[in-house]
């Protein structure tokens, strides 16, 4: 039997790296944790095409789906559920933003990848509190990147600025709706 066979099979599995998605928490859970005691009213909304430019514009990352799940909380302040493509798959997470739209805190609501899930680490995380859509929040300069995690961190703080931009661009008492 010729050996070249056998090692092909082998080298195959060798190869394939596990991938497991833990769910951390659904949005019901994300928005109890982040609003105590709030109720929420959904204000989903299609971005149009000139809102899309007006996002990507500003905060220099492309948006991914033109649906918007924001809800306004009882307590003030809003709720956004989106995702990020970590290095294959999406990373689901969510933004609590206060009145002003500052960043209250942000939760990962679910993580798929073999590597990264550090950015669900607390400290990590609370780099954005009380950033607003006037803040760069640029990977290293702003907030600080996770050795091994980079890609991961890297969507996760780009997804972060794009959703403060979209507060200001289409959620702000400011902004034309």
């Known amino acids: 039997m010729n050996s070249r066979f056998l090692l092909v099979p082998v080298a195959a599995v060798c190869w394939v790296q596990p991938s497991q998605a833990v769910v951390y928490m659904s949005v019901e859970q994300a928005q109890s944790a982040m609003f105590p005691g709030a109720t929420f ?21 492309h948006v991914l789906d033109k649906q918007l799940r924001a809800w306004k909380a009882s307590t003030g302040g809003w709720f956004i559920a989106d995702q990020v493509v970590g290095k294959h798959d999406f990373i689901p997470f969510a933004v609590a933003l206060d009145d002003k739209g500052a960043v209250k805190a942000v939760e ?10 550090e950015v669900r680490n607390g400290p990590w995380r609370a780099q954005f509190v009380g950033k607003g859509h006037d803040a760069a929040l640029q990977l290293t300069r702003d907030i600080q990147n996770i050795s091994g995690a980079t890609l991961s961190s890297k969507h996760v703080t780009d997804g972060v600025r794009r959703l403060v931009t979209t507060y200001a661009v289409l959620l702000s008492g400011n902004s034309a709706q």
Do not use: C, H, M, W
């Open 41 to 61: 009213a959904p204000e989903f909304r299609t971005l149009t095409p000139a809102q899309v430019s007006a996002i990507e514009k500003t905060s220099d990352t």
């Open 108 to 117: 990962i609501l679910e993580y798929r990848e073999a590597y990264g899930g």
